[in-house]
């Protein structure tokens, strides 16, 4: 079963580039690291798939997430990867992250958990990766209303929680 | 400036969580490549069978142009009466054991205890893989034991000429793992080339090629073809075995270039073999993307190079007198009639992302060709796509294996997960493929099934914070279950807008009765200009959704609630849903597993026990197992069950909170589950 050397390195070359972003949206997206890389890589396998219509990077990133965020809504069915609580720090957190901060990132990854899935997408596309409401409501497949009004309660939720005051603004412990 | 706040906080939280580390882009881009692969090309024998059984018609999820494409595969056939549970046989549960149709049997042989969750990654099978094995003959519905396989395996495909099984095990080794799948045909392993007489109950172990280890086979006359999959790494020749002669002989060098994706179909009357490629020269140069096909007639010797099909496909699948080329990997394939060598159409793919890396298997008009139960099946006879899944939500990827009976497909065992735990299945099932066009009524089977069509549930809608009163403004709930067209609930349900009370808000909730499955749930809004200011964001006319089809499971015998935004008619998401029993059942294994054995007429308080069954702790006999007050009482398939449904004899595993010393033994059970 042979696949053109030039799509695999193509592929390569798109996984090189993306391969840590992508495990830093799923990673937030399903609060955990090894999901989010599993994620990932399940999501890497439908890309690849697809890949003779995705050869432009940009496309092929979207897809990715796209696939991901959907993939993540089976998930959340299956009990096996049921939401595990990340109550334990990691052994070797960021050199320049105090214990304060580390918790307070925490807590947001906590809150984004707790947070319906869609809601949280719209989050991390909107505010971790600075994409548009337009992308994000393209990526998702949703109208730019539907990403506003889930963007919006988001950070309602967030702020209900004491993680934003009320101009939007972080707050910390 | 809040949301350069919130971008820094989530930025840094990222990166506490997955720190940046190297990766290696190869390894990953070959996992990801490995996983499509096996996803894709369940290896598989080509079978030209008889019709035998055709019997109620089970159409599952018939996916369109313009179906929804979100919605997705669930255990749809299970409740369409598409999966009918036949007897159990001999075997244990198992994955990737080989079924095979005879024309007469369904043998099933080997396969591995290799337990791998959905989409994990796992290391490979502990154990050996199996070689026992059992023959199902559909006309009696019965089982019987055959004789070990001189090789064990799993995940094998087979030919099958007349009547005999061949497979070719390029794995036989003596502890066999998944690693092994990809590195077998590199490694020293020993290449079994085996043959399984049904009517002697006997297998034969014959010389294996006598060059190469890796090849595709399919039955073509008395022939057994090998064939490589790939000229990428140097042609090689393909072989014929003859059956007759038990003498292996080299096919003449085919007129094709070098080729990959090359597979190999049997003409419907066996006298030549259609070998299917595609250009290894289109691996660098897009424009010679097509397939080139060839005909090899077997008694004269020759190859005559047959015109290409209308579209790029990969599977050669031959069913009825036609070779089928799927359109894998997104191309349009064809279909050819060798005996006009005129390629036609095939009826356009789904509009579902991703179909084309789920391709099934084809249904003719007296056959079918299957490879998984997991995808997207062509149906020639009335020229569409039909999304099949398999029951109880098993997995079938990559392991289970299916073999076409007539037009139906049979499918052996799995593995299905619940609460982390993987349970091996030994279950045979059959799915009824829809009728063909003009094809008689079948005859319905003539012993009762074992499966009973699943409770409907209910849908409950619930409006967040609804005003009392809201003018110009209707709220409906448009509500399509199983991918069906939708009908719409609400319009003045939840607001008035004529009679005496216009604009009241009657009611914030609304609830229908659905089957049980996926329902797709999408609010239609109208808003009327001069509505007032109690719709403050519209001003202006609105009819329509301002939200996306939300999916929603619905559990037999339960009430999903979903909860709306009354102002948007957003859904929030499933975490609003109620849990399933099976949602709330202990991850952790059962603490007992027994039959339910009471109550006994004599005793006066009418409890019912539990009696052990073998091999459990004989510490839990008799003990007494009261389903109230706050027990979890699930169905098999964790479903919704009243405490009346467990009765003497219900086969059931129990969980357990506490149990005090006494004899027998009195437990707070925790939950209880009914078992097949």
């Known amino acids: ?173 | 400036m809040a949301d350069d706040d919130l971008r820094q906080r989530l930025g840094d939280a990222a990166n506490l969580l997955a720190p940046e580390r190297v990766v290696d882009p190869g390894s990953i881009a070959a996992r990801a490549r490995r996983s499509h692969r096996r996803r894709g090309t369940v290896r598989a024998g080509v079978l030209v069978a008889a019709a035998l059984v055709v019997g109620a018609v089970g159409v599952d999820r018939i996916v369109g142009s313009d179906d929804d494409p979100k919605v997705e595969t669930s255990a749809d056939g299970v409740e369409a009466g598409g999966w009918e549970r036949l007897p159990d046989g001999p075997l244990s549960g198992r994955v990737g054991a080989t079924a095979v149709w005879t024309g007469k049997e369904v043998v099933v042989v080997g396969g591995s205890t290799y337990l791998c969750p959905p989409a994990a990654d796992c290391a490979g099978p502990a154990d050996p893989p199996f070689s026992d094995g059992a023959a199902y003959d559909p006309s009696t519905r019965e089982w019987r034991s055959i004789a070990p396989s001189p090789a064990a395996f799993y995940g094998e495909g087979a030919a099958v000429v007349a009547g005999d099984l061949y497979l070719l095990v390029s794995c036989a080794m003596e502890r066999f793992t998944m690693d092994d799948v990809d590195t077998c045909p590199s490694t020293d392993g020993d290449v079994a080339f085996i043959r399984y007489d049904p009517d002697a109950d006997e297998w034969t172990s014959l010389d294996a090629p006598p060059t190469g280890r890796d090849y595709g086979l399919a039955g073509v006359g008395r022939f057994v073809v090998a064939y490589t999959g790939s000229d990428e790494r140097g042609e090689s020749p393909d072989l014929l075995f003859d059956t007759e002669s038990s003498a292996w002989q080299e096919i003449p060098d085919d007129p094709m270039p070098a080729v990959f994706d090359r597979t190999v179909v049997s003409s419907a009357d066996g006298e030549a073999l259609i070998l299917i490629g595609a250009p290894t020269a289109a691996l660098s140069d897009p424009s010679q993307d097509n397939n080139v096909v060839a005909r090899f007639d077997l008694a004269a010797r020759a190859w005559e190079e047959l015109p290409p099909p209308p579209g790029r496909g990969y599977r050669g699948w031959g069913v009825d007198d036609l070779v089928v080329l799927e359109p894998h990997f997104g191309g349009h394939g064809g279909s050819l009639d060798p005996s006009t060598n005129a390629w036609s159409e095939l009826p356009p793919g789904p509009d579902v992302d991703g179909w084309e890396n789920q391709i099934a298997g084809v249904i003719g008009r007296g056959d079918a060709v299957y490879t998984d139960a997991t995808g997207f099946l062509l149906d020639l006879t009335q020229a569409r796509w039909i999304e099949v899944a398999p029951p109880d939500g098993r997995q079938t990827y990559p392991y289970s294996n299916v073999t076409a009976v007539g037009r139906d497909m049979f499918l052996f065992g799995g593995d299905r997960w619940d609460g982390g735990v993987g349970e091996l299945l030994g279950d045979a099932w059959i799915w009824r493929a829809p009728r063909a066009e003009g094809e008689d009524e079948p005859d319905q089977p003539t012993t009762t099934s074992t499966t009973t069509p699943p409770r409907p549930g209910r849908l409950a809608i619930e409006l967040v914070d609804p005003p009392g009163y809201v003018e110009g403004y209707d709220l409906a709930v448009r509500v399509a279950p199983n991918g069906e067209s939708p009908f719409e609930h609400g319009l003045d349900d939840f607001v008035t807008d004529t009679g005496q009370r216009p604009g009241f808000m009657e009611s914030s909730s609304l609830t229908v009765d659905v089957p049980s499955g996926s329902v797709t749930v999408q609010a239609h809004l109208t808003i009327g200009p001069g509505g007032g200011p109690r719709v403050p964001d519209f001003v202006d006319k609105f009819d329509g959704s301002l939200c996306s089809p939300v999916e929603i499971g619905v559990a037999p015998g339960a009430t999903a609630v979903a909860r709306m935004d009354w102002q948007t008619g957003c859904l929030e998401s499933e975490s609003a849903l109620d849990p399933a029993p099976s949602d709330l059942l202990p991850e952790r294994e059962p603490d007992v597993v027994g039959v339910i054995s009471g109550p006994y007429p004599d005793e006066p308080d009418q409890r019912l026990r539990l009696t052990i069954s073998t091999g459990q702790d004989d510490y839990y006999d008799r003990a007494f197992l009261d389903p109230e007050g706050g027990v979890i009482v699930s169905g098999a398939s964790g479903e919704e069950v009243s405490a009346e449904e467990l009765g003497r004899g219900t086969r059931v595993d129990v969980w357990t909170a506490g149990c005090a010393e006494s004899a027998p033994v009195i437990c707070e059970i925790e939950a209880i589950r009914i078992r097949r």
């Open chain 1, 1 to 173: 079963v042979g696949r053109a050397d030039g799509a695999r390195d193509e592929f390569e070359a798109f996984i090189s580039r993306a391969y840590l972003d992508l495990v830093r949206f799923g990673t937030m997206l399903l609060g955990d690291p090894g999901r989010g890389e599993d994620l990932v890589q399940t999501a890497l396998t439908k890309t690849y798939g697809a890949w003779s219509r995705l050869s432009d990077p940009a496309v092929a990133g979207a897809y990715t997430r796209k696939v991901m965020v959907r993939e993540a809504g089976r998930w959340r069915r299956r009990r096996w990867v049921g939401e595990r609580p990340t109550g334990t720090l990691p052994e070797s957190p960021a050199s320049d992250d105090t214990a304060e901060n580390v918790a307070d990132h925490l807590r947001l990854v906590d809150a984004l958990r707790a947070l319906p899935l869609q809601q949280r997408s719209v989050l991390l596309l909107r505010y971790m990766e600075g994409r548009s409401e337009a992308e994000a409501a393209e990526l998702l497949g949703v109208s730019v209303g539907t990403v506003k009004s889930r963007a919006a309660r988001g950070l309602a939720a967030l702020r209900s929680v004491g993680l934003l005051d009320e101009d939007g603004v972080l707050e910390r412990d």
